[in-house]
């Protein structure tokens, strides 16, 4: 049995989800079961779930507002080329070279939510491999140039489970007069 937290939005992502434009379209980046895809739907955004696990985006079929895309996000093809999301949010990934291209398909003005592991979480378990933990103040400095820093956390947490993550929300350009919710 799933544990019930493991349904739950994080509350980093229902937390700045206010920053998005209403109705807005949102990428949920590596959207494995779909908690992001769904809650952001129920909250009246467009959104786009793409993962390569077909059978979690089956589980998407039929939700208002969800277009589900299968893709491998580190082979092949960028599926996003030529198309661009009021919001992206990403949670519990991390894969290097996809994040330009991710900043890419943010509109200007539009709301970046990333949410992953860092360096340190190996000794609670999975992620442990260095290739999927992100450095100290990595997420920051990646994405620092090209959007405006909003919130940016890093270190060991204990909900839903321990932890040691980092945690950005940034709007793309320059935004020196917009508030936090």
């Known amino acids: 049995m799933r544990h019930a937290s493991a349904l739950q939005p994080s509350a980093w992502v229902t937390r700045f989800a206010s920053l998005i434009p209403e109705g807005g379209e949102v990428l949920d980046f590596a959207c494995g079961s779909g908690r992001h895809t769904r809650w952001l739907a129920s909250k009246g955004f467009r959104v786009e779930a793409v993962d390569r696990d077909a059978v979690a985006l089956e589980l998407l079929a039929g939700v208002p507002h969800v277009k589900t895309r299968e893709a491998d996000l580190e082979e092949g093809p960028w599926p996003f080329a030529g198309h661009h999301f009021d919001a992206i949010v990403v949670t519990n990934y991390l894969f290097r ?5 991710l900043l890419q398909a943010l509109n200007h003005g539009g709301v970046l939510i990333y949410e992953t ?5 190996e000794r609670f378990g999975k992620p442990s491999n260095p290739d999927f933990l992100l450095r100290s103040h990595e997420l920051f400095e990646r994405v620092g140039d090209a959007c405006t820093v909003l919130a940016y956390e890093q270190g060991e947490v204990t909900e839903p489970k321990s932890a040691v ?3 950005i929300c940034a709007v793309k350009g320059h935004h020196p007069s917009l508030r936090l919710p």
């Not at 070279?97 to 291209?101: E, F, K, N, T, V």
């Open 165 to 167: 993550v980092q945690r």
């Open 117 to 121: 592991f860092m360096i340190g979480n």
């Open 97 to 101: 070279p996809r994040l330009g291209l």
